[in-house]
């Protein structure tokens, strides 16, 4: 002692080591971070054995595992690492980029959170295997903290026969396994391959890794199954049915320090919606795509990876992402580097980290497009699973108004000469014809594009450009995203449809009925048809009211929809809290 | 006496006309990114945003922690939009799309700024962010604002 006021405490080694192993290891997890070690060690190939204890039960059996042999043709340590890396808080000084071993403690504490031995073997290039042996029960026992020089035995060799031609590596061996609820092979197997695979998905990708666990390679798995996202396209949270793969936001760098230099690379994608598989193919297909997308509570949100290894399995960033079955398909990935350690505060158990402020705040901004469009999607293909159960209420619609005739004359309307009608009725296709073309280029703008010549367009390109979608259920009322001067509604005429009316999906008063008020089929049905006899009959007053010239109608007409249209947008907008469905029908009692 | 002298130029007419307008704080680094059709312009329509219950106060104060009063720098930039009725009009799904991208533009670029903002406005979603002329405009608004700030 320094100072005489110092006293020395002392330290109970057994039970320190026995509390590390109870930091919340799962068996796979435990592995995990040995292959951490590995990876560290710049392994290429690592193979993970699993000896049972009862070797005639199945790999379905509970509490039968004698030992895990975790071996690696890595740099290999000398006596000296090799006592470093036993060592609790052992040195960093070896500490790579692309591993974790921040704290010294894994490789203990991994080890006795499952078994009572931890056996090391190592040798570095061109030099013999040393091998060191720790009981946590003689630890115990002794209340000291110490480790056992042995002997190579035959089993030992045999294994660096086998996995180690090189003559280089090391060999953890976890025994004396704890078979008190401890999972089952098939569990660990199942559990490693998809940890494995997402954890160091980038090594496994670009082929740098080679990972075996029980005699079968392990594939890389991407969670946001990005080339699927490639091959997709973008997300249209308004049109996706939930089948398909798509990306959210396509990989951005954000700054989180520019006088640090610290980015942060960013993805996000949106992954499929399960429960419209059951409908589309067959009952439990939703079951197998949950599994293969991984789609469930524990697995949306963001996978943060830190050189290229996954520290963060799922996180939600300290409530970015809410807990909400909503965000199921919401699958982000955060790509950081050591220098933004400090932005990442990375737990000891490796599984958690804390935001700072900054990185908080730039994350959660850039991600609430992103949050809103995923959640807006799911809901949209719920809607859309609801709509192939129930037949869409545009499609009723339409079918209900597919044999309806309008009124040829009015009463008191006289029937015009010939040669006007013939006049009014080309008017009508030229104008209509014209209408064509400037909604086919608002369509084309609408998704994004461009459009050079609109004779390049095909029928299908056409149809949707007019309808809003390629559907041969819908003939007369077509909700689309843009009509002219971003009207409500404009009437349409061509020879296939006869008069139509084309709705404005996106204007204010469409969306409260559409979308607000989406429950209510009925309203909706109703809105259709209200929309169509408007322009039906703006059609009428084109073709038979010749008091008044054909110019002079469409101006007038025109400007009255424009005014509807103002005033029932204005209208939303002063009273969104009152009208349905937000309004409190009691208090207009 | 220390006056204040402040250039309008011709941001009070907004007959006919929509704006985009960012106010823009450099000491208490904050951005607020707005829109509008009002007859009165960008310049009519700030006084309603620093009223009691104006959003540029009450976002300040929530984000800030104490009164828009303080504040000795703020300068307003304005974008005219296309002349245009899809931009001018009531109905608003169109100015609210170039709104809400030149807010998240500048989310994602702020930190290559000197110095550093936090985006104090809310923005209405709108269903029209992926129009191309609307992308378009809200890109030109951004690159113009980050060469005068």
């Known amino acids: ?589 | 006496m220390n006056m204040i002298e402040t250039y309008i130029s011709n941001i009070f007419d907004g007959m006919n006309k929509s704006y985009i307008y960012l106010w823009v704080s450099k000491k208490q680094k904050v951005v607020y990114v707005g829109m509008t059709n009002s007859y009165a312009g960008t310049f009519g329509r700030a006084g309603a945003h620093v009223t009691k219950k104006g959003t540029l106060r009450k976002r300040f104060i929530e984000k800030k922690g104490f009164e828009i009063n303080s504040v000795d720098d703020f300068r307003l930039f304005t974008y005219l939009l296309p002349n245009d009725y899809k931009y001018i009009s009531v109905e608003k799904s169109y100015r609210e799309a170039i709104e809400y991208l030149v807010q998240k533009e500048l989310q994602i670029i702020r930190g290559n700024l000197n110095p550093t903002f936090d985006v104090i406005s809310w923005v209405r979603q709108s269903p029209r962010t992926n129009n191309t002329e609307v992308k378009k405009i809200a890109n030109e608004i951004v690159l113009e604002f980050i060469q005068c700030y």
């Open chain 1, 1 to 589: 002692m320094n100072n005489k006021n110092e006293t020395e405490i002392g330290i109970d080694v057994g039970r320190v080591l026995f509390g590390l192993s109870r930091i919340g290891y799962t068996t796979s997890s435990a592995i995990c971070d040995i292959i951490d070690n590995s990876v560290r060690a710049n392994a290429k190939n690592i193979y993970l054995d699993i000896i049972k204890a009862r070797k005639n039960f199945t790999d379905s059996k509970r509490n039968n595992v004698k030992e895990y042999t975790i071996i690696d043709d890595g740099d290999g340590m000398d006596e000296e690492g090799i006592l470093d890396a036993l060592k609790l808080g052992s040195s960093n000084n070896n500490y790579e980029k692309n591993t974790l071993a921040k704290f010294g403690l894994g490789l203990k504490s991994a080890t006795f959170s499952q078994a009572d031995t931890l056996q090391i073997l190592s040798a570095t290039k061109n030099n013999e295997f040393i091998k060191y042996v720790i009981s946590l029960q003689d630890v115990i026992k002794r209340k000291e903290y110490f480790a056992l020089k042995m002997q190579l035995d035959d089993y030992d060799k045999e294994t660096i026969k086998k996995y180690l031609k090189e003559g280089k590596g090391t060999i953890i061996r976890v025994s004396d396994v704890k078979n008190v609820n401890h999972p089952s092979v098939k569990k660990t197997i199942e559990d490693l391959k998809l940890k494995i695979g997402v954890i160091y998905y980038y090594f496994l990708n670009d082929k740098s890794l080679s990972i075996n666990v029980a005699g079968k390679k392990i594939d890389a798995l991407d969670p946001l199954f990005v080339n699927e996202a490639n091959t997709n396209g973008n997300l249209n949270e308004n049109t996706w049915e939930g089948t398909e793969v798509k990306w959210i936001e396509k990989t951005r760098e954000l700054v989180l320090d520019d006088e640090e230099n610290i980015k942060a690379t960013i993805e996000i994608t949106q992954l499929p919606y399960p429960p419209i598989f059951k409908i589309i193919k067959k009952k439990g297909e939703d079951r197998k795509i949950r599994k293969k997308y991984l789609i469930g509570a524990n697995n949306y949100g963001f996978y943060v990876y830190r050189n290229k290894r996954l520290i963060s399995w799922v996180s939600k960033l300290q409530g970015i992402i809410p807990t909400d079955q909503d965000y199921f398909s919401f699958r982000g990935r955060i790509l950081i580097e050591d220098a933004a350690d400090d932005y990442f505060n990375i737990d000891v158990k490796k599984s958690s980290m804390v935001l700072s402020d900054e990185a908080w705040n730039v994350i959660s901004d850039f991600t609430q497009e992103g949050k809103r469009k995923s959640k807006q999607a799911w809901q949209n293909a719920n809607k859309h699973r609801k709509g192939i159960i129930n037949q869409q209420p545009n499609e009723i619609s339409n079918t209900i108004i597919n044999d309806f005739e309008q009124l040829e004359t009015l009463p008191g309307d006289k029937i015009i000469d010939e040669d006007i009608a013939i006049e009014r009725q080309e008017n009508i296709n030229k104008d209509m014809k014209e209408n064509a073309i400037q909604m086919a280029k608002m369509t084309l703008e609408d998704e994004g594009g461009n459009i050079s010549d609109i004779n390049e367009l095909t029928e299908e390109q056409k149809e949707k450009a007019i309808k809003g979608e390629v559907n041969e259920r819908l003939s007369k009322i077509f909700r689309v995203s843009s009509v002219i001067d971003n009207l409500l509604w404009e009437p349409y005429y061509d020879t296939n449809y006869g008069n139509c009316v084309r709705i404005n999906k996106f204007h204010r008063f469409a969306r409260l009925i559409l979308e607000e008020n989406q429950e209510n089929q009925d309203m909706q049905i109703i809105f259709d048809m209200l929309f169509l006899q408007l322009a039906d009959a703006e059609l009428y007053a084109y073709k038979n009211i010749d008091k008044y010239k054909y110019d002079e109608l469409k101006f007038v007409l025109a400007e009255y929809r424009r005014i509807v249209s103002e005033f029932l947008a204005n209208m939303c907008r002063k009273l969104e809290q009152e009208l349905p469905p937000n309004y409190i029908s009691n208090e207009y009692d």
